[in-house]
């Protein structure tokens, strides 16, 4: 069992040094109480296509190119490096390539790893979402473009954005969602100062999985970075199984998943990115 450590506070020690992970390993198993969860360093295309018909949930945040492809500024700069903050250790992790053809075949393995009765939340930013997200109707039937309001402005030299996309979608029996009363714009804090680059707030995955599982459903994200969704999952009792292509993903994953286990503290995520005073729709 990797060690576990309980807090991240001195951020100037090297993160991955402090937790001596076992670069060995691919593949992790972790069982709490009827539920397992199992992640993978593995692409995605090999996880999804080692799936057939038996995935309730997937949820999934891409690292797309596009966006750093469009957004070059100033010298040279790019937007979103996926660089951890302050980090001399240049990318973490490279982008999925967001051509018409890769993305219509990672929508096609979402497509068969997922139940006939599956649903999909895919996060898009602006730019993915303009130049993708009309394919996703080719292979699913989508129902909604949620908001996700992310409270407070991040980068941009016109308007600057505060906000990105999540699309929802059933596969072929259109199953419902929980109730009819949940809004389409959510509203949660991002995550400042990141240990790991574009890690999104458990609690946008814990409102996806909210409203599509149920106790004992099996949830996946072949794009799990640094385990978001794996903590959402647990704390919604569901069965997880997640890969990412990046060894440190799957590291931090691991002892993110472990120690969640084991304490119950989340080792990434302090405080939550609720809103005071703001009722939460699983609430
Ligand atoms: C935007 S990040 C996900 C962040 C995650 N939602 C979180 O909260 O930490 C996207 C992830 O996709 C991974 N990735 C990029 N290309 C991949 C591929 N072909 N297969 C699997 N994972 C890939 C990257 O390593 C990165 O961790």
């Known amino acids: 069992m990797p060690i576990v450590r309980d807090s991240i506070k001195d951020k100037s020690v090297s993160f991955l040094e402090e ?3 076992d670069t060995t390993l691919d593949k992790r198993i972790f069982r709490h109480g009827q539920t397992k969860i199992s992640i993978e360093k593995k692409d995605c295309f090999s996880l999804l296509e080692s799936l057939n018909n038996e995935i309730d949930v997937i949820v999934t945040d891409p690292a797309y190119s596009g966006m750093n492809n469009k957004l070059k500024l100033g010298k040279g700069r790019i937007v979103g490096k996926y660089e951890r903050r302050g980090s001399s250790e240049g990318k973490w992790f490279g982008e999925f390539e967001d051509s018409v053809e890769n993305y219509g ?4 393995a979402c497509r068969d790893a997922l139940k006939d009765s599956g649903h999909i939340y895919i996060m898009l930013d602006s730019f993915s979402l303009l130049s993708l997200g009309g394919l ?3 292979y699913f039937d989508v129902k909604n473009v949620i908001v996700w309001d992310k409270v407070n402005m991040g980068m941009g030299h016109y308007f600057r954005r505060k906000h990105e996309f ?5 596969n072929k029996n259109n199953r419902k969602i929980k109730h009819r009363s949940f809004p389409d714009v959510w509203r949660f804090k991002r995550i400042h100062n990141s240990v790991y680059p574009t ?3 458990v609690e946008i995955f814990q409102a996806m999985i909210y409203a599509s599982a149920e106790n004992g459903f099996t949830v996946c994200d072949p ?8 903590v959402a999952a647990i704390k919604n009792k569901c069965n997880f199984i997640g890969g990412d292509i990046a060894e440190k993903a799957f590291s931090i ?3 993110r998943i472990a120690s969640y286990l084991e304490m119950g503290g989340d080792i990434l995520q302090k405080k939550s990115a609720n809103i005071d005073g703001e009722k939460i729709f699983w609430e």
Do not use: D, V, Y
């Not at 075949?105 to 096609?108: Q, T």
């Not at 794009?223 to 794996?230: D, E, K, T, V």
């Open 199 to 201: 890690q999104k707030p």
């Open 166 to 170: 999540i699309i929802f979608a059933t």
């Open 105 to 108: 075949r990672f929508l096609a």
């Open 223 to 230: 794009f799990m970075g640094s385990g978001s969704s794996a």
């Open 253 to 255: 994953s691991s002892h």
């Open 136 to 138: 996703i109707r080719e």
């Open 19 to 21: 937790l001596k992970f």
